[in-house]
Nanobody, 124 residues
Framework: QVQLVESGGGLVQAGGSLRLSCAAS????????MGWFRQAPGKEREFVAA????????AHADSVKDRFTISRDNAKNTVYLQMNSLKPEDTAVYFC?????????????????WGQGTQVTVSS
């Protein structure tokens, strides 16, 4: 079992930066691939970024590539999403998720554990 708590969301102007954190509890965190997803009002949840159990492999959605970076610190049981050059279209609730497997996974339905989400609002 893994419990996830996101933090770091907020209101930022376009072009600004935020760093989201996801603190995990559960003894198997270091074995789990982790992902960030987002959901805007009236839209489906979409993949943002994912990282393997070791941090050696990552994947980022085309819409955030070169602006967002996922990373993890297994010693702190935490995964991060550094978001730079934010755009109004990045406004959404951002969710952290843990997968039972250790490899990078980009499909939301395959993730077993989810946090409550943190709101990110980018003003123009």
């Amino acid at each position: 079992q893994v419990q996830l708590v996101e933090s770091g969301g907020g209101l930022v102007q376009a072009g600004g930066s935020l760093r989201l954190s996801c603190a995990a509890s559960g003894r198997t965190f270091s074995r789990n691939a982790m992902g960030w997803f987002r959901q805007a009002p009236g839209k489906e949840r979409e993949f943002v970024a994912a990282i393997s159990w070791s941090g050696g492999s990552t994947a980022h959605a085309d819409s955030v590539k070169d602006r967002f970076t996922i990373s993890r610190d297994n010693a702190k049981n935490t995964v991060y999403l550094q978001m730079n050059s934010l755009k109004p279209e990045d406004t959404a609730v951002y969710f952290c998720a843990a997968h039972r497997l250790g490899v990078v996974m980009t499909s939301a339905p395959t993730y077993q554990y989810w946090g409550q989400g943190t709101q990110v609002t980018v003003s123009s």
